[in-house]
């Protein structure tokens, strides 16, 4: 099985701060990563897949890069509606999510 | 428009079994895959298994022992079954179109207790 380590487990930014949240696969995804947002009480969200594409809907503020094992997310200019859990899914292969990132205001 | 929504009970006992049930609509299952997907309150998501447009199945190896994933394609609908359930295995739980997970219905809570 793949593992995606993900970090950090939570992040406080300000409005209007960049934030980045990085996952690394314990093997090469050939880019088969996806990025989701996850508020309260509610079901995930998928922002970004295969690295960088923006689903429809997804806001411009958010961007994915990386390769081999190493990929990231980022939030430019954070807006109080992007509070929320981050979690990036490999799949490549039998899917796996990395832990989380709980994104809070400072 | 995609849909998908979760049913089943909300209360199970230890050590029965766990059956859920995911509708459809918009897609066809056999042109779409359909995972299951949980999360412990607190805690983060775990991916449970998934059924493939073919009819095929696979399954987190944490879960394989206890779990099955199967289909009615005729009535749109997926199904989940897991025995031997222990109090960890509360959690909501989703289910999810797609094998990059697009679309999601609202889950289900499920809380195994005496």
């Known amino acids: 099985d793949i593992q995606m380590t993900q970090s950090p487990p939570s992040l406080s930014a300000s409005l209007g701060d960049k934030v980045t949240i990085t996952c690394q696969a314990s093997q090469n995804i050939n880019k088969y990563i996806a990025w989701y947002q996850q508020k309260p009480g509610k079901a995930p969200r998928l922002l970004i897949r295969y690295t960088s594409t923006l689903e429809s809907g997804t806001p411009s503020r958010f961007s994915g890069s990386g390769s081999g094992r190493d990929y990231s997310f980022s939030i430019s200019n954070v807006e109080s509606e992007d509070i929320a859990s981050y979690y990036c899914l490999q799949y490549v292969n039998l899917p796996t999510f990395g832990g989380g990132t709980k994104l809070e205001l400072k | 428009q995609v849909q998908l929504k979760e049913s089943g009970p909300g209360l199970v006992q230890p050590s029965q079994t766990l059956s859920l049930t995911c509708t459809v609509s918009g897609f066809s299952l056999t042109s779409n895959s359909v995972s299951w997907v949980r999360q412990p309150p607190g805690k983060g998501l775990e991916w449970m298994g998934a059924?493939?447009?073919?009819?095929?199945?696979d399954y987190n190896s944490a879960l394989k022992s206890r779990l099955s994933i199967s289909r009615d394609t005729s009535k749109s609908q997926v199904f989940l079954k897991m025995n031997s359930l222990q109090t960890e295995d509360t959690a909501i739980y989703f289910c999810?179109?797609?094998?990059?997970?697009?679309?999601w219905g609202q889950g289900v809570m499920v809380t195994v207790s005496s």
């Open positions: 999810t179109s797609n094998w990059f997970f697009d679309y």
């Open positions: 059924i493939w447009s073919g009819g095929s199945t």
